[in-house]
């Protein structure tokens, strides 16, 4: 009998390849956003705000979306429906994305030089935290429906992004959203993590992350 | 439910390990689980049960040495344990920030009966240690 000291995470593999994926992307300027939150926070709206404005912009950059789902493309169908470039991951039970999915999405799909990608994670605010895929940022995304509670509930998935996006402010009243219990959890699990109200109907708020994405985007060029 | 992809990753990160070591059987694992992943020890166990049969960890007891999450107080400048549903300091109050105490998730040790001790059933096995090829 042996006692052998391993002393290494479990996410290791996962996080090698994910670490490559990140290395080929950036090679490419492809700057890339992994998106969770729980099923109908509002992740697919925020996406099609956000490329609606990328689209709009004087000096567009390409987009790419990958779309995560346990099952059905209804998500893609929509995007593409906006005329934005979409790809399924169908993952057929799966709770999260993980990096071969994304290799594999990756060798099907074409990114363009330069694109914004952004990827949407399977709704859950659990496994999806603990994966990397390859992305540069991690975004949560709360809505007021699914109560002030979450960042207590689930820091890791806060903890691990880089901003928190609150979402469906309008019917807060409706619901009973305490916004100030809401931010005070933030504020404990994820201390530097700003947090972006977007209403998902008519995109406001939505300019304000853009812009703080383009920023980060920009300071981690500099960075190389 | 979500246990069981991390498990499954757990279980072909060790079977790995094993080949490396020239084969054998693991009789215990020892896991360090922080609180704020948000795995239960329940689901952890039901699940290793589960994938671990027909590998070398079959059978294996699972040890979890779990850690409670540590919260810092900027007003107070002092560490505390978090309470359940809070990030509030039990001194001032104060809303704490959570710390790198609580999100560990790594296998610390594994105990290992050689695989000279069972029959030597696969011959790829009877390689001394470290001279096995590596498998990924």
Known sequence: ?224 | MHEASVVEALVSMLEAEVAKQGGGRVTLVRLVVGEATGYMRESLEFYFGLLSKGTSLEGARLELGLVKSLLHCPACAEDFERLRFSFDCPRCGGPGQMTRVGKEFFVESIDLEEASAKAPAKAGDVAGPGTAGARS
Not at chain 1, 99 to 105: F, N, T
Request: hydrophobic content about 45%.
């Open chain 1, 1 to 224: 009998m042996a006692t052998i000291e391993i002393k290494r995470a479990v996410y290791e593999a996962n996080d090698a390849r994910a670490a490559a994926i990140h290395e080929g992307l950036r090679a490419r300027d492809i700057f890339t956003v992994n998106i969770l939150g729980s099923p109908g926070a509002g992740k697919t709206s925020l996406i099609a705000r956000l490329g609606a404005l990328i689209q709009a912009s004087p000096e567009p950059r390409p987009l790419a979306v990958i779309e995560g789902d346990v099952a059905s493309d209804l998500d893609t169908r929509a995007l593409r429906a906006l005329g934005i470039e979409a790809y399924q991951i169908e993952t057929g039970g799966d709770c999260h994305l993980n990096a071969p999915m994304i290799e594999g999405i990756l060798a099907r799909m074409r990114v363009p030089d330069g694109a914004w990608l952004f990827i949407e994670n399977i709704g859950n605010l659990v496994c999806p935290a603990e994966f990397v895929i390859g992305e540069d940022l991690k975004l949560v995304v709360a809505s007021a429906a699914e109560g002030s509670d979450k960042p207590y509930k689930y820091p890791a998935a806060f903890a691990r992004s880089a901003a928190c996006v609150l979402t469906k402010l309008d019917i807060a009243a409706a619901v009973g959203f305490d916004e100030a219990f809401f931010r005070r959890g933030l504020q404990g699990a994820a201390p530097a993590s700003p947090l972006f109200p977007v209403d998902g109907r008519n995109g406001a708020g939505a300019p304000e992350l853009l812009a703080w994405l383009g920023e980060l985007r920009r300071a981690s060029q500099s960075g190389i």
